[in-house]
């Protein structure tokens, strides 16, 4: 798809469609004017007569309307401009974009100035357009063109790169199972990290060996498929600063191990490697933006089988950094994972982390599908994510991390466990099983078992995989 600023009136553009967007009870402005002045008044007299409604991200078509170039006008409602939600021109321009990618065609041009098109905003929305047109489901046609009614190139081009990194995600997260695996998932990495100007090195199972991974081992015993652990630096700053630390839980599927999950709680167990994902998708946008700034991916990949190699309930397990871990369910499998995967980041001496995981369940219970939880051992850092979140209208919400939660995960035969002992708080207990190998370095650990998959698709996105979280990374890393 090309991507391309316009100056050309909405009246006027050569396109198969334009979407323009309206605000509900506000007089017509703009794009929306001049379209309403070409047909002789006939958009607001739809509106009156509630052919066309501005409620929030309802979508109208006005047909081959005279006076205007293109054959589909589409209309997207904004709502009410009091009621206005950060994100509100990324969902409004995805919804346009999904909406006319339903039919194949040549042009189509993006009328912007109805929204609040700062910087940031405008290049967001280039990034949903590729979003909206990202499909895995629905049948969309990308189209030849895109033009954008503003003359800010280089927020187009931000926008494209943004999105591009979030459909990589999406792309890896939806592939089944039987494709990606630890190792096609480094390869995938070797060459984004080529493409896009970054280095990747790929630890094997030896070399985990040697490293004493003996948590992250455990989880991949029992697949065919070896685990690996994908290191990618990006070294764009001073030589002295130290590394922004991406670390990303990779299970690429996971059957629940010997604590077998359910047939149904199973089904989507292809997107339990999202958390390393987005860390890829995250530095190829970081790399392709040049961003003045050093940061270094850690992801953690293996599939939790089972076979007569299985780890165990019951077992201990000696992780990198010494602490014995006791097995209480395989199925709380990413924690371990990632255990050695943040103890291989403090290593590389990485200045500060966070995490990606769909870790639990039980986060979607307290949060719902839309929230990632945050939970930190530093209140500046969580302060930047949640400002950077805000910013791109991705949606994070924090949950205490009080020392009593650590009790909840002691063993009486090993230093933790990795389960918390009932199920109450159980993406705390989780967060707090991390926060046992990060040190001193300030971490924040995003929850995202809910809001990275979706059964169901919403006007701007289809469902499957969405890629949250690329947006929110990137802009912390600017
Ligand atoms: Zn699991």
Redesign the pocket.
């Given at each position: 798809m090309k991507i391309e600023t316009t100056n050309t009136p909405a009246a006027d553009i050569d396109a198969s469609a334009i979407a323009i967007f309206i605000w509900k009870d506000e007089p017509l402005t703009g794009s929306a004017l001049d379209i309403d002045t070409a047909t002789e008044g006939a958009l607001c007299c739809l509106i009156k007569s509630g052919e066309v409604s501005a409620e929030s991200l309802a979508v109208s078509k006005m047909l081959a309307p005279v006076g205007v170039t293109a054959k589909v006008v589409l209309v997207v409602g904004l709502g009410a401009k009091a009621d206005q939600a950060p994100g509100l021109a990324g969902r409004a321009v995805g919804t346009a974009a999904k909406s006319l990618a339903a039919t194949a065609r040549d042009t189509v041009g993006f009328f912007l100035d109805s929204l609040d098109v700062t910087e940031a905003v405008a290049a967001t929305i280039v990034g949903v357009v590729g979003q909206g047109l990202y499909q895995c489901r629905e049948q969309l046609t990308p189209f030849k063109k895109a033009c954008f009614s503003t003359d800010d190139t280089a927020a187009v081009e931000r926008g494209k790169i943004l999105g591009d990194a979030q459909n990589l995600v999406r792309k890896l997260v939806n592939m089944p199972a039987s494709d990606l695996y630890p190792d096609s998932f480094a390869t995938e990495a070797v060459n984004v990290g080529a493409a896009s100007g970054f280095e990747v090195e790929v630890w094997d199972e030896q070399r985990l060996e040697q490293e004493r991974c003996g948590a992250f081992l455990a989880v991949g015993r029992a697949s065919a498929h070896p685990p690996r652990l994908v290191i990618m630096k990006y070294m764009g700053g001073q030589s002295d600063e130290k590394p922004l630390g991406l670390v990303g839980k990779g299970?690429t599927f996971?059957s629940?191990?010997l604590s077998i999950?359910t047939s149904e709680g199973m089904m989507a167990?292809k997107c339990?490697m999202a958390g390393a994902a987005t860390v890829l998708g995250t530095m190829q946008g970081i790399a392709k933006l040049k961003l003045p700034i050093n940061v270094i991916g850690f992801a953690g990949m293996a599939e939790?089988m089972i076979g007569g190699n299985s780890f165990r309930l019951g077992d201990v397990l000696t992780s990198r950094n010494g602490k014995t871990i006791e097995v209480h369910n395989?199925?709380?499998?990413?924690r371990l994972v990632l255990a050695d995967t943040l103890d291989v980041a403090v290593d590389h001496g990485v200045g500060r982390i966070i995490d990606l995981a769909t870790l639990t369940g039980a986060c979607l219970v307290a949060l719902g599908t839309d929230i990632a939880g945050l939970m930190t051992n530093n209140d500046q850092l969580a302060a930047d994510v949640k400002a950077a979140a805000a910013a791109c209208g991705e949606y994070v919400w924090e949950l205490p991390m009080h020392d009593y939660f650590s009790d909840q995960i002691k063993s009486s035969v090993a230093d933790i466990k990795n389960l918390g002992d009932s199920r109450w708080g159980g993406s705390i207990t989780a967060g707090k099983f991390l926060e046992e190998f990060v040190r001193e370095t300030p971490w924040v650990h995003l929850d995202i078992a809910g809001p990275s998959f979706s059964d169901k698709p919403k006007s701007w996105i289809d469902g499957g995989a969405s890629g949250c979280m690329v947006r929110t990374l990137v802009e912390y890393a600017e």
């Open positions: 299970v996971d629940g191990g999950k167990m339990d939790n395989t199925d709380a499998e990413g």
